[in-house]
């Protein structure tokens, strides 16, 4: 399993950047995708998880209503669209999968990076005031 993600860059607060997920060597869609992000300093924490066998997504309460997750299960990718950026959002971005799951709940998971499969390297957001 291999991800990519792309899309980073630097913004203006209340901008918007789109992230990709380039997702290979997944046999079946029983599986989930999520964005991390980490700053400096600060712990790993899971912003999006999206299920790619039926779409579910979880949000972490300070990006609900500004970003959102999609999936383009025929491309493999997944997508983290993030609009009204504010200089806290600043950070490096990971996508990851998850193919053991055992939780009904990805919600779980999302709170928990340790979880996680298979990462792919970060690309960096920077959101200026």
């Known amino acids: 399993v291999q991800l990519q993600a792309s899309g980073g860059g630097l913004v203006q607060a209340g901008g918007s950047l789109r992230l990709s997920c380039a997702a290979s060597?997944?046999?079946?869609?029983?599986?989930?995708i999520g964005w991390f992000r980490q700053a400096p300093g600060k712990a790993r924490e899971g912003v999006s998880v999206i299920s790619m066998t039926d779409g579910t997504t979880y949000y972490m309460d300070s990006v609900k209503g500004r970003f959102t997750t999609t999936s383009d299960n025929a491309k493999n990718s997944v997508y983290l669209q993030m609009n009204s950026l504010k200089p806290d959002d600043t950070a490096v971005y990971y996508c990851?999968?998850?193919?053991?799951?055992?939780?009904?709940?990805?919600?779980?998971?999302?709170?928990?990076?340790?979880?996680?499969?298979?990462w792919g390297k970060g690309t960096q957001v920077t959101v200026s005031s």
């Open positions: 060597g997944f046999t079946s869609n029983d599986y989930a």
């Open positions: 990851a999968a998850l193919t053991s799951i055992r939780a009904v709940d990805l919600e779980h998971y999302r709170r928990r990076p340790s979880l996680w499969d298979y």
